[in-house]
Each structure stands twice: as structure tokens, then as C-alpha cells.
Nanobody, 109 residues
Framework: QLVESGGGLVQPGGSLRISCESS????????PAWYRQSPGKERELVAQ???????KYPGAMRNRFTIRRDSRNLSLQLQMTDLQDEDTAVYYC?????WGQGIQVTVSS
């Protein structure tokens, strides 16, 4: 089971960290990832930990988003900085074939 938290409203240029708590260890072999979906758009990859442990980011998120696991390997986190209006979306964590319920992130002044 995956439970997301930390979403909410943030002003443009602000930062936010969202988390995904897992009931089982988050191993790199599961390729844990964050996705997001905006109204009228397809779900898109935001950040991922590859099987070799490397972090992967699409171009638009590189240098602004950071994916990490906590020291217990039970929480997958996404640190987001310099947020813009276009980052407004429902964010989902995915670990192996399990998805979280989604959490709203709204960027607005």
C-alpha cells in the first residue's frame, strides 16, 4: 500500500516536498518513480530511480526536482523547487506495479 502526503498550494518560485509511504521496502529493482497528470493531459514521468540506483529526470524537471528514499527505504520523496504554474497536477508515486492514490499540487499566486 502506498500513501502520499505533503501536497498543497504553493506560490510560483516556491518549493514543496511530497512523500509516499510504503508498507514494504522501496528497492531500486522496483524502479520507484513519481508521475503527474494535469487536466486534459496524459500522465507523465517526473522522476525515477533506475535499477542501478541512478536518478532519472525528464528535461523539464532536471535541476528542479529531486527523488530520494529515506534512510528506512520506506518513504519515497520528491523535493520540488522553483515551482511554476505548469507544475500544477496530481502527483502519483509508483513502486513496481503499485500506484498511490495521487496528491494534488497547485502552483498559484
Amino acid at each position: 500500500q502506498l500513501v502520499e502526503s505533503g501536497g498543497g498550494l504553493v506560490q510560483p518560485g516556491g518549493s514543496l516536498r511530497i512523500s509516499c509511504e510504503s508498507s514494504r521496502p522501496i528497492l531500486a529493482v522496483y524502479e520507484p518513480a513519481w508521475y503527474r497528470q494535469s487536466p486534459g493531459k496524459e500522465r507523465e514521468l517526473v522522476a525515477q530511480i533506475a535499477k542501478n540506483g541512478q536518478e532519472k529526470y525528464p528535461g523539464a524537471m532536471r535541476n528542479r526536482f529531486t527523488i530520494r528514499r529515506d534512510s528506512r527505504n520506506l518513504s519515497l520523496q520528491l523535493q520540488m523547487t522553483d515551482l511554476q504554474d505548469e507544475d500544477t497536477a496530481v502527483y502519483y508515486c509508483r513502486i513496481s506495479d503499485s500506484w498511490g492514490q495521487g496528491i494534488q499540487v497547485t502552483v498559484s499566486s
